[in-house]
């Protein structure tokens, strides 16, 4: 007698697909509200959802992106309602991505996976904030239940794909970037073939009550770490470099793009170009929530970075430095050790470093934050291939340091 176990799992993961199929073109009940452009929805009913959330998801940042952001990236929101009553908010982004420019591979890699890749160039549709790290695309109403409302915000998204159609086909829509614990309630994307991609770590640093400024942050750090800590800044002033904090940013726009520029024509990721205009803009719009800080050398600058208040959390934002004179003078250490005082004087209790350069984010006492991203392609059976093409991807794993007492 035939074995019909096989044909019955068959037979089941048939049912599935069909009832996965069923589910994701059936309207979750909720309603909806496009835009192209935030000051086109209703700002009370916005401002409702996403007050407390991100500062990236406020109606003075997302203006000074649709201003001066990358030329590439196209913004879209949605509110989505139940009743008369606003419960989630989406912004996103459209961006014409090349996948080559997605991952560079690493060097003694084979790169039998990356050559066909790069021949792949998708139209992608981003619940999330290209520009930045963190859950900056969905924010939820005080007192509701964010599994409930996934299946909404999958159908917002599902909406302004399909309107975005005039534009060209967007093929891919990636949800980004979720911690655990933020992934565990998106569970029910996985019924819309959703599948989840671990990115690198985000490097958060705790921020101890006990430091009231960066002297008692270097107080401590064990000896070792004190010392190079002390000798780093020590080498940045001998050499004649004067570390400050400016408030005139717009004065110093073409220096510090071209230094951005350096800096970004060397990163793994580059899925776009800030303009001249965006971080002096940003600063001018932030006021007292973003720090900028740099580095001069007989009025000429060498360096720069920046740290935003995102409520409790400080984020290390953008850094640039010009890269021969890094080569002679430790201006990226440096640098990163401002970003340390601006969280502590920000008053805020973490600061996220980012994804890149994770040794030298541990040796400042940051840890490994665990992120990842969830992607959908358009057409259900090329979700195989996307999954597929998810395992071949790899990331850094951070180093554990332990600089404190």
């Not at 994307?189 to 640093?205: G, N, Q």
């Amino acid at each position: 007698m035939p074995n019909i176990r096989p044909l019955k799992r068959i037979a089941g993961k048939v049912r599935d697909l069909r009832e996965g199929h069923r589910e994701r073109h059936r309207p979750t009940g909720f309603g909806f509200a496009l835009a192209d452009r935030i000051d086109y929805l209703d700002a009370a009913r916005w401002d409702s959802v996403a007050e407390g959330s991100t500062l990236f998801l406020s109606r003075r940042y997302l203006r000074v992106v649709e201003e001066v952001g990358p030329e590439n990236l196209h913004p879209r929101y949605a509110l989505v309602f139940r009743g008369g009553d606003a419960v989630a908010c989406v912004a996103a982004q459209s961006a014409l991505i090349s996948a080559a420019r997605v991952r560079k591979k690493k060097e003694g890699k084979s790169g039998k996976v990356s050559a066909p890749l790069e021949r792949i160039e998708e139209r992608v549709l981003v619940c999330g904030n290209l520009l930045s790290w963190g859950r900056h695309g969905v924010a939820f109403a005080r007192g509701e239940d964010p599994a409930a409302l996934w299946p909404a915000v999958a159908e917002a998204l599902y909406r302004l794909r399909r309107a975005d159609r005039l534009h060209g086909e967007t093929d891919l829509v990636m949800v980004k970037d979720l911690s655990d614990a933020e992934a565990a309630e998106a569970a029910p994307l996985a019924r819309f073939s959703y599948r989840p991609l671990e990115t690198d770590p985000d490097m958060v640093l705790e921020i101890s009550p006990r430091w009231r400024s960066f002297d008692d942050y270097l107080a401590g750090l064990t000896s070792k770490y004190r010392k190079t800590a002390r000798e780093i800044i020590k080498d940045v002033e001998r050499a004649g470099c004067v570390v400050e904090e400016t408030k005139d940013v717009e004065r110093h726009a073409a220096e510090i793009h071209a230094l951005y520029i350096q800096t970004h024509e060397h990163a793994r990721l580059r899925l776009f170009t800030l303009r001249p205009e965006y971080l002096p803009t940003l600063a001018a719009r932030l006021g007292d929530d973003m720090r900028f800080t740099v580095v001069k050398k007989e009025g000429r600058l060498l360096g720069f970075v920046t740290t935003v208040r995102d409520n409790d959390l400080a984020v290390g934002y953008y850094i640039g430095f010009d890269r021969p004179a890094n080569a002679e003078v430790p201006l990226y250490f440096r640098l990163l050790y401002s970003v340390v005082g601006h969280a502590i004087d920000l008053g805020c209790r973490r600061l996220s470093l980012g994804r890149t350069a994770l040794e030298p984010k541990a040796r400042l006492g940051a840890r490994p934050s665990p992120m990842r991203v969830l992607v959908r392609h358009r057409i259900p059976a090329l979700n195989v291939l996307v999954r597929a093409l998810l395992r071949a991807v790899d990331h850094d794993e951070a180093p554990e340091r332990n600089p404190f007492k």
